[in-house]
């Protein structure tokens, strides 16, 4: 048996692929990796509803004082509370904030971020929205090592999810989520192979 792989997980919302990793850590399907803490910078976070139903602490860390960007006393917070627990990976899991220097030093190569396309296309806010609005036929899902380029580290892996005719916004978006849970877990499960 590996040495657990420690992983922290950081959201803004709902927290549905927080859920499909805690579920996969339930199943035996997370390799050696350990979830030990979720965070969130919204105090009502569905996330945070998470921790107790599968036994992990979970907290709201006050990201103040900016709105998009962790930066300054909120860094710093963050900074000590995930050092606390130790960790061996970061995971962004709907983490609505541009992280700065001081962040990515503090856990440097440790960060992951799963968004929704196939970067680098449609990197930013919305961008299941960009991507239908741009009439592709093929979008899907990435996870990457996060660093100062906003979606721009080194991508780890990608699922694909076309656009069929019959599909609404609402469709591809639901798509794309479940290809989200289902790619992100396999990917933390392969990294604590490492
Ligand atoms: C996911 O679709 C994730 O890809 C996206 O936020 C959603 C979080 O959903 N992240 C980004 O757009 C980051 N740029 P969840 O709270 O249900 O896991």
Same mark, same amino acid.
């Given at each position: 048996?590996?040495?657990?792989?420690?992983?922290?997980? +950081?959201?803004?919302?709902?927290?549905?692929?927080?859920?499909?990793?805690?579920?996969?850590?339930?199943?035996?399907?997370?390799?050696?990796?350990?979830?030990?803490? +979720?965070?969130?910078?919204?105090?009502?976070?569905?996330?945070?509803?998470?921790?107790?139903?599968?036994?992990?602490?979970?907290?709201? &860390?006050?990201?103040?004082?900016?709105?998009?960007?962790?930066?300054?006393?909120? @860094? @710093?917070?963050?900074?000590?509370?995930?050092?606390?627990?130790?960790?061996?990976?970061? &995971? +962004?899991?709907?983490?609505?904030?541009?992280?700065?220097?001081?962040?990515?030093?503090?856990?440097?190569?440790?960060?992951?971020?799963?968004?929704?396309?196939?970067?680098?296309?449609?990197?930013?806010?919305?961008?299941?929205?960009?991507?239908?609005?741009?009439?592709?036929?093929?979008?899907?899902?990435?996870?990457?090592?996060?660093?100062? @380029?906003?979606?721009?580290?080194?991508?780890?892996?990608?699922?694909? &999810?076309?656009?069929?005719?019959?599909?609404?916004?609402?469709?591809?978006?639901?798509?794309?989520?479940?290809? @989200?849970?289902?790619?992100?877990?396999?990917?933390?499960?392969?990294?604590?192979?490492?």
């Amino acid at each position: 048996m590996l040495t657990p792989m420690r992983v922290v997980i +950081l959201g803004s919302g709902r927290g549905s692929n927080a859920g499909a990793l805690l579920r996969a850590q339930a199943e035996g399907r997370l390799g050696s990796a350990k979830i030990v803490q +979720l965070f969130a910078d919204v105090p009502d976070a569905g996330i945070l509803a998470l921790g107790p139903r599968f036994g992990v602490p979970a907290e709201f &860390v006050d990201p103040a004082p900016f709105k998009t960007k962790l930066e300054g006393a909120g @860094e @710093e917070r963050y900074i000590a509370a995930i050092n606390a627990c130790a960790p061996d990976l970061v &995971v +962004l899991a709907g983490f609505m904030r541009v992280l700065k220097p001081g962040f990515l030093h503090a856990f440097a190569g440790k960060i992951i971020n799963l968004h929704p396309s196939l970067l680098p296309s449609f990197p930013g806010l919305d961008a299941i929205g960009q991507a239908w609005r741009r009439g592709v036929k093929v979008t899907g899902c990435t996870v990457h090592y996060v660093t100062t @380029e906003v979606d721009g580290g080194p991508i780890l892996d990608q699922a694909a &999810v076309r656009v069929e005719p019959a599909d609404t916004l609402e469709t591809l978006a639901a798509k794309i989520h479940a290809a @989200e849970h289902a790619l992100l877990p396999a990917v933390v499960a392969r990294l604590s192979a490492r």
